[in-house]
């Protein structure tokens, strides 16, 4: 399955940045990467020396899901590195690009409504233990 890159109502794409557009999955349930553990992102999805992000403290995770959903070119990143239930459970805290979070909202709705309970900040989430 590919991934979706989501129109503008221009017909153009949601951009990640200039001349990048979002990778977004058609379903949430097609992310299927680690909830736990210690992951190493490719240097293609981020260019620092350190690289690894434990899943277990809420800072490395929103911190790789940012480079990740801002990064990728590829779906196939999206599925093996992202988690939809984490996805869905971290959506207001992550700092991304207006056109990347458009991308993702307009495709799943349901991220829209992440955001709008109260505030949580990072150190809140319920995360798997490791």
Known sequence: MQGVVSPTVTGGSFLARPGRPAV???TLTELTGPTRGVVELPV???WSADRTFDLGDPDDLL???ENVLRETTRAADLRQLVNGHLLRQVWCLLNL???VREAWERRH???RHEGGGPAIQAGDLALPAA
Request: charge should be positive.
């Open 63 to 65: 911190w790789m899901y």
């Open 44 to 46: 293609r999805l981020m």
């Open 97 to 99: 690009p207006r056109g």
């Open 24 to 26: 977004v999955t058609a």
């Open 109 to 111: 709705r349901v991220l």
